[in-house]
């Protein structure tokens, strides 16, 4: 777990979160379950580490629940019904009135069977890979009066793949996949020289700090993926499809997007984050 860091409600351009932030803790600490922040509001928060002004905003906040029986996971949601919290048709998904914030709370640990998470009231099933392994390297944030888990970029840019491999239909996902690459390098660069300075020479000039930040989210990645060699899988089997001979939906859809100025860049950028969870 890296160290603390200290930031406010109106950095995150979200001020109306923090009774949102401070009911969920509670409860959570309460019924001693632990917790944390995936999503949007999890890379915003690494945005700002790195200085950089997050550039969208959301009502939404992602969290990510360590739960040891699906009784607790009720005892949650209850609790935050009495706060002022409503379910709504997802079993996962509350909405809060007073701050029109929308909540998922993703369920993983004992409850979950290959990855994947039951809701036997509305016969709905929620891919949970990965978080597990997440989990043990989040990092900590203190928001005005309360600490909260988050997961690291690095987490995040597995979770996000592993979610777009199967609904192709999130390309959510894969905007925040490109605000991730786009700034690693700007984040990471006081770490740079130190920890992998071995790369300099061997990464072209052109689109420098782009080729080298995947090489080093690759190796950053590679912290997690060790932990499971069915999650380093389905990882390396993802990027690989962005660099087969048929057009991979990825790369298809940041050249859509304008992400990326053309096909060979984009294939580098794949290859320099392979090598590095290979390293």
């Known amino acids: 777990m890296t ?17 949102v932030f401070r009911l969920i803790d509670k409860i959570c600490n309460n019924l001693r379950v632990e917790y944390y922040l995936i999503g ?71 409850i979950e069977e290959e990855g994947t ?25 203190n928001l005005e009066e309360i600490t909260i888990k ?10 996000k793949l592993i979610s777009f491999s199967e609904k192709p239909d999130r390309t959510k996902d894969l905007d925040d996949i490109n605000d991730i690459l786009s700034h690693y390098f700007d984040i990471n660069e006081d770490r ?8 300099v020479d061997e990464i072209e000039t052109d689109d420098f700090t782009l080729l080298a930040g995947s090489r080093i989210l690759g190796r950053d990645m590679k912290r997690i993926l060790k932990q499971s060699k069915k999650l380093t899988n389905q990882i390396e089997h993802v ?9 991979g939906s990825i790369t298809k859809y ?12 984009i294939k580098n950028i794949f290859t320099q984050l392979l090598k590095g969870i290979k390293e």
């Open 150 to 159: 988050v997961s690291p970029l690095e987490g995040m840019i597995i979770l």
């Open 192 to 199: 740079f020289y130190e920890e992998h300075a071995d790369i």
């Open 3 to 19: 160290n603390t860091l200290n930031r406010t409600y109106r950095e995150l351009s979200s001020p109306y979160f923090k009774e």
């Open 254 to 265: 940041f050249l859509s997007q304008n992400y990326v100025k053309d096909y060979e860049l």
């Open 40 to 110: 949007a509001q999890a890379r915003n928060i690494h945005l700002l580490k790195g200085g950089i002004a997050p550039c969208r905003g959301t009502q939404d906040i992602d969290f990510a629940v360590m739960l040891p029986e699906m009784k607790v996971y009720d005892e949650i949601k209850d609790g935050l019904e009495k706060k002022g919290f409503r379910k709504v048709n997802e079993p996962y998904r509350l909405v809060h009135d007073k701050t029109n914030t929308v909540i998922d709370l993703l369920p993983f640990g004992e």
């Open 117 to 141: 998470v039951r809701f036997t009231d509305r016969e709905t099933e929620l891919s949970v890979i990965g978080m597990k392994e997440v989990s043990a390297h989040v990092m900590k944030v």
């Open 239 to 247: 990027i690989q499809n962005e660099l087969g001979e048929n057009i």
